[in-house]
């Protein structure tokens, strides 16, 4: 998700892509994602393992420097 074209990235895993898209929309879930009014999903991936999902967070965050951001 980001808060606009060139704007402040998140990178997060869920289970339910469409209740926690709904959330960050309308500034439901305190934050970083409130914080820096991130309300645009701009990619996601789907995987079956939620175990896969979290490595690939790790490592995009690795790659974009975002290691240090809160969940």
């Known amino acids: ?20 898209v709904y959330e960050h929309k309308n500034d439901l879930v ?3 994602t409130k914080k820096y009014s ?3 999903l701009v990619y996601y991936l789907q995987f ?3 175990e896969a999902a979290i490595l690939e967070e790790k490592r995009l965050k690795m790659e974009t420097g975002m290691e240090n951001q809160a969940d």
């Open 1 to 20: 998700m980001a808060s606009k074209h060139y704007g402040t990235l998140y990178i997060g895993v869920t289970s339910n892509l469409v209740a926690r």
């Open 30 to 32: 305190d934050g970083f």
């Open 38 to 40: 991130i309300h645009t």
């Open 48 to 50: 079956e393992d939620i």
